[in-house]
């Protein structure tokens, strides 16, 4: 039922945008031009390609309508998983070393800066001006 309705709407589209194609124009549009009773007309209304488009357009907001309550309730609540990716599993990190070190080159700069700290050039005492 819902792919015939689902067809229905994809041929009443395409019918509605042929007879839209098809009509004259009137000029105008957004601009000012035409006259001002030209779709008011006698002829306007009662043109076959008017009513049509009135008719299509119509058919096709119901229709539209119709179809999402139809999807909307349509049983289905799980979720399509065929396209779903696997994440690799990445390797583990590294353990860090016994002081804390995540690798061998911080070890050498934690002793630089430990060296640098016992100078007693630098004993934390700011000098007089």
Known sequence: MF?????LQAII???LVTVILMQRSEGGGLTSGGSP????SAR???DFLTRATAVLASAFVLLSIGLAVLAATRGGTSVDTSLERTVPVA????????DGAPFAGAQDEAA???ANATTPA???VPLAN
């Not at 792919?3 to 067809?7: E, I, P, R």
């Not at 009773?37 to 008011?40: I, K, V």
């Not at 390797?91 to 016994?98: C, L, T």
């Open 13 to 15: 589209a395409a019918a």
């Open 112 to 114: 630089r800066a430990a």
């Open 37 to 40: 009773s030209g779709l008011m």
């Open 122 to 124: 630098d004993n934390g």
């Open 44 to 46: 306007g209304a009662a």
């Open 91 to 98: 390797a583990p990190a590294p353990a860090p070393k016994a």
């Open 3 to 7: 792919t015939f309705l689902l067809v």
